[in-house]
């Protein structure tokens, strides 16, 4: 037996097959090698646009609104240049008027009541991200009532030499019956909270009335330059359904217990122009509830 017997090569691959079957092994690595960062960069992109994109933490506010509210309201009332007028007219060209002007004495006091307020409102908001601002219309129902009564006496001398005694007794009954606003509001929502302040204007209806009495006497000094007098009269005035402008502010925070609903809490203030010389405010502590529409 020949040496080549022992290693008989016929059944391996010749040198031209091992190189063909390396060259397609290789093509195919590059292949996947090519593909996979591919794949992997869209897979690690998926996320992004899905549920790892970041959601806002706040409750949307824009759109109409509609709500009903209750309370308890304080009304003040200044009657001190509520009886001017009367007084003035009782006496209308005399020297006590021109010289010491007894129509501008204080007669009366302030006073306060306090009651149930009820209302509601309707409005618009448009929010950009947190911030929220709108305009709402509201009424309120106060029907809350107050009054005064005292007197006032001052004794003077005038110029045409006479010992004057003027006393004054008063008494005067003031009611606002209702009133409502426009007011324009901003607020920046905080997760299911829309803390707000808002500022307008408003308009009240009033029933008020006012009875003055003016007692005054004159006597001459010596040597008498004239005759004593003796002055006793009395004058009044009132209206019902009085309207009278004002202006509106407030803080407040509404809570958004579901997806239309919403409860509110509220402090307003309302400052009325004068009414028959007497200068009055409200303020009212509110809560109510109101629907998203």
Same mark, same amino acid.
Request: proline share 6%; net charge neutral; hydrophobic share 40%.
């Given at each position: 037996?020949?040496? +080549?017997?022992?290693?008989?090569?016929?059944?391996?691959?010749?040198?031209?097959?091992?190189?063909?079957?390396?060259?397609?092994?290789?093509?195919?690595?590059?292949?996947?090698?090519?593909?996979?960062?591919?794949?992997?960069?869209?897979?690690?992109?998926?996320? =992004?646009?899905?549920? =790892?994109? !970041?959601?806002?933490?706040?409750?949307?506010? $824009?759109?109409?609104?509609?709500?009903?509210?209750?309370?308890?309201?304080?009304?003040?009332?200044?009657?001190?240049?509520?009886?001017?007028?009367?007084?003035?007219?009782? =006496?209308?060209?005399?020297?006590?008027?021109?010289?010491?002007?007894?129509?501008?004495?204080?007669?009366? !006091?302030?006073?306060?009541?306090?009651?149930?307020?009820? &209302?509601?409102?309707?409005?618009?908001?448009?929010?950009?991200?947190?911030? %929220?601002?709108?305009?709402?219309? /509201?009424?309120?129902? @106060?029907?809350?009532?107050?009054?005064?009564?005292?007197?006032?006496?001052?004794?003077?001398?005038?110029?045409?030499?006479?010992?004057?005694?003027?006393?004054? $007794?008063?008494?005067?009954?003031?009611?606002?019956?209702?009133?409502?606003?426009?007011?324009?509001?901003?607020?920046?929502?905080?997760?299911?909270? +829309?803390?707000?302040?808002?500022?307008?204007? @408003?308009?009240?209806?009033?029933?008020? &009335?006012?009875?003055?009495?003016?007692?005054?006497? /004159?006597?001459?000094?010596?040597?008498?330059?004239?005759?004593?007098?003796?002055? $006793?009269?009395?004058?009044?005035?009132?209206?019902?359904?009085?309207?009278?402008?004002? %202006?509106?502010?407030?803080?407040?925070?509404?809570?958004?217990?579901?997806?239309?609903?919403? =409860?509110?809490?509220?402090?307003?203030?309302?400052?009325? @122009?004068?009414?028959?010389?007497?200068?009055?405010?409200?303020?009212?502590?509110?809560?109510?509830?109101? @629907?998203?529409?």
């Amino acid at each position: 037996m020949s040496r +080549l017997s022992l290693f008989d090569c016929s059944g391996l691959p010749s040198a031209k097959q091992i190189h063909t079957r390396s060259l397609s092994i290789g093509l195919a690595m590059c292949a996947v090698l090519a593909i996979w960062p591919g794949e992997r960069a869209r897979a690690a992109d998926w996320p =992004l646009r899905g549920s =790892l994109a !970041p959601q806002p933490t706040y409750v949307r506010w $824009d759109g109409w609104q509609f709500g009903v509210e209750a309370g308890w309201g304080t009304l003040r009332n200044d009657f001190g240049n509520s009886t001017s007028p009367l007084v003035a007219f009782i =006496l209308r060209n005399t020297t006590q008027e021109a010289e010491f002007a007894p129509s501008t004495w204080t007669t009366l !006091p302030a006073n306060t009541t306090n009651g149930p307020v009820f &209302g509601g409102y309707i409005g618009y908001n448009m929010q950009w991200d947190q911030l %929220v601002v709108g305009v709402d219309l /509201g009424y309120k129902y @106060a029907n809350l009532a107050t009054g005064a009564s005292d007197s006032i006496a001052r004794q003077f001398v005038t110029s045409d030499n006479f010992t004057n005694t003027v006393s004054i $007794d008063a008494r005067a009954t003031f009611k606002l019956v209702d009133y409502a606003t426009l007011r324009a509001r901003a607020g920046y929502a905080w997760g299911n909270f +829309l803390p707000y302040a808002v500022v307008g204007i @408003a308009a009240g209806r009033f029933n008020y &009335g006012t009875t003055v009495t003016v007692h005054s006497t /004159g006597t001459p000094n010596p040597p008498p330059p004239g005759t004593a007098f003796v002055l $006793d009269e009395t004058a009044s005035s009132g209206k019902t359904n009085a309207i009278v402008g004002g %202006v509106a502010a407030g803080l407040g925070v509404d809570w958004a217990v579901t997806p239309g609903m919403y =409860l509110r809490a509220e402090w307003e203030y309302v400052a009325f @122009a004068p009414v028959n010389g007497s200068r009055s405010n409200i303020n009212t502590g509110k809560v109510g509830v109101g @629907a998203r529409f």
